[in-house]
């Protein structure tokens, strides 16, 4: 994607391929900085503290983390400890998990001497890989819109709700809820986007907000409860959200509030689709609800808020609670996959089900390049 008019992607390799740097989102939408990681302990730390998050960019930049640990120490014992810094970091998305799968049997196989070239180049070829996912994802989404508005019968502006940022900024490139709206203004279609700020970090308002008007694309933020008063009066024509991680059956795990959107949508009639990757669907579990791992995150991070003051032109963290309440924060809620209309992936749409997914994945696992 595009900024100021410059491509870019979220991560990218810099000194000749042995290290990579990121764009620090911890600080958008106030400041656009980037920042280096040249070890296994900054990779980590950015994806813990969400310098970079949405799981296809976590996955990626894992891949990256694990070449960069092999770089410190290419042994096996190297090699297992990078693994284990790297799952330690966010349990919920799949992606994480997946990428670590797919580049650690490979190089150890190797000499200990060959294994971190191998592993950044893996590396490389799996950011390639989820650009091209994603675009996919955007080409059958616009479809999705494209019937919707014809069933719709005019030409009047397309609402679509948004919960969380599933743009770019949570991939390589593209983003997997946010590629069909890209794709779908960039065709010419009248698309408006109701955008959840998505309490507690704010991902919608900071994020998503800052790529859509980037893009150009018309939106505006909503508190996260004011969706389900837009449904009852006609004002969302569809709802997309992403995922970090859909077991077998099509329960979808994405950010909190999440459940609360689709059983609006359900009671409204309006259609609530799920768009993701392959890497994303975890094949081991049926259960979504009893087995996901649900991340509990800081409890600072509900009871105070960063923002930009203006006068002084710094970022600052204010505290909304009285002092010494108590908080949690559960970071992810799971949608049944009852209540959702359909999933988008790179290889077409399916309705949320185990059939559903082994129609457009019949080996029931991901394979590379079988997009």
């Not at 190297?78 to 349990?91: K, Q, S, V, Y």
């Not at 059983?263 to 975890?282: E, H, K, M, Q, S």
């Not at 996959?337 to 994945?361: D, F, K, N, P």
């Amino acid at each position: 994607m595009k900024i100021d008019g410059t491509p870019w992607r979220t991560l990218w390799p810099i000194d000749d391929g042995r290290a990579v740097a990121i764009i620090d989102q911890t600080l958008l939408p106030h400041r656009f900085e980037t920042r280096e990681l040249h070890s296994l302990e900054a990779a980590a730390e950015a994806i813990a503290t969400m310098r970079v998050r949405g799981a296809p960019l976590i996955g990626a930049t894992a891949a990256y983390g694990l070449a960069l640990g092999l770089r410190e120490d290419p042994s096996d014992a190297g090699l297992r400890r990078a693994r284990e810094r790297l799952l330690a970091t966010r349990p919920t998305a799949s992606n994480l998990a997946w990428a670590l799968r797919r580049i650690i049997p490979a190089v150890q196989a190797l000499p200990e001497a060959q294994r971190f070239d191998a592993a950044f180049a893996r590396a490389g070829a799996l950011c390639d890989e989820d650009v091209a996912i994603n675009e996919a994802i955007g080409d059958h989404g616009l479809g999705v819109i494209r019937d919707l508005l014809a069933a719709r019968g005019d030409d009047g502006p397309f609402h679509i709700l948004t919960h969380c940022n599933a743009g770019w900024l949570a991939t390589v490139d593209w983003g997997t809820a946010l590629a069909p709206i890209y794709k779908a203004f960039d065709a010419g279609i009248d698309v408006h986007v109701w955008v959840d700020e998505t309490r507690p970090r704010n991902q919608g308002a900071a994020l998503t907000a800052w790529e859509l008007a980037a893009h150009g694309v018309p939106h505006d933020v909503i508190v996260d409860n004011a969706g389900g008063h837009l449904m009852q009066h006609g004002q969302v024509d569809l709802v997309i959200t992403g995922t970090d991680r859909t077991v077998r059956s099509g329960d979808v795990c994405n950010k909190i509030g999440t459940y609360l959107k689709a059983l609006a949508a359900r009671d409204n009639g309006v259609p609530f689709y799920v768009a993701l990757p392959g890497p994303t669907i975890d094949w081991a579990l049926a259960d979504g609800v009893r087995d996901i791992p649900i991340e509990e995150r800081d409890p600072r991070e509900v009871t105070h808020i960063q923002g930009l003051d203006e006068d002084g032109g710094v970022l600052r963290e204010v505290r909304l609670t009285p002092p010494g309440v108590s908080a949690r924060n559960f970071a992810f809620d799971v949608t049944p996959a009852r209540l959702v209309t359909g999933l988008i992936t790179e290889r077409g749409v399916c309705e949320a089900s185990e059939a559903g997914l082994l129609g457009l994945y019949p080996d029931g696992a991901f394979e590379a390049g079988a997009a």
